[in-house]
């Protein structure tokens, strides 16, 4: 009989579809396994209410065991409580720096209107010079950004608490 | 009809038709990052409404899900808001009218989060952080075209002279609302409309804009009741389901 601490192992191989050098497990979106009477269920939460890769992550997890000769698997999604950047793992953020990705920083105050945007350091050249282009990015988690100095445009993490 | 059931479909309906109309200025907004942006916000919405549509349609038990609401039901079965389906005109009607939506859902969800019906709670909890980006995003814009150019000025107000009418029945207490109040599952009201007003106030103030003298107020989406523009968007929201039936991909 499969442990918890393998599955937990296993979901570490299940890739995040949109940021794929992210795991789910550094992702933070996987809130609890449950191993009884020979079902294995899996509790996952999105990052954000329209996140389009959830039912991709949930197709993935399942594969993923199946794989392992895990069949009975149930995945199950739960909204409370609620996602956060602050359960992105130490090592979610050094990979996503390396991918080109400028990891969370400290929470802007949403009601201070035109606000200074965090100071996020250039991921290619880190760099301290940068400005933010758009609060919005590429996908719901993610703000653009540009290097002042290095003149690269990147992605930016933004944070959600 | 359940009580509950109708109250979900009312947020969820909102979440729908708004997203649905953001969604409309995919590859038509006035810079690329606003393209992006309203369509990032738009995705938020469309999120919230499958959750609130699917939960709505567990309460209801007839077996219909977000998708067989939001793709197989009638103009009059749709609760939203007369605001949220109005035509998407101009970058200022799109985002005073986002603004006048997002001022009002950031304090219901505030308080939402404390509904004694936990799944709403939790809708609550979770749309609350995509909202606060939603409201700084439209009062910014707002601010900026209001107290920016005569051009810009005079197109902001412009949006709030069409738009006003319909705000008055986002605070609307009837028969449910009260019923859903005094069971604790949804907040009160009058106390949303205290912190919609004090946004407004402040907002509109900064921006150099003034709220219409003119008090004429329309209602009638929370019964069904819509203008003329919701049968367009349902037309081209269902028209999958509708011309193939039981479709999925």
Redesign the interface.
Known sequence: MVSEKEIWQLLEQVSDPEIPVLSVIDLGVVRGVILEKGMCKIIITPTYSGCPAMKTIEEDIILKLKENNINHVKVDLVLSPAWTTDWLSENGRDKLREYGIAPPENEIDKSVLFADPPKVPCPQCGSKNTRMVSLFGSTACKSQYQCNDCLEPFDYFKCLK | MSSLFEYTLRLGDDSLILGHRLSEWCGHGPVL?ED??MT??A??????A??LLNYAGEVEGKERDGDSLAFLRFDREYKNLLLVEQPNGDFAITMVRQFLFDAYRKPLFERMQNSKD?ML???A???L??T??H???S??WV?RMGDGTEESNRRAQEAVNTLWRYTSELFIIDELESKMADQGISPNLMEIEDDWKKTVDA?FK?ATLTIPKNNWKQSGGRNGMHSEHLGYILTELQYMQRAYPNMKW
């Open positions: 990052e992006i942006a990032n916000i995705l938020d919405l469309v999120g919230q499958t959750s936990t709670a939790s809708i909890e979770k749309s952080k995509e606060r980006y409201l700084k995003h009062s910014e601010i907002v900064e």
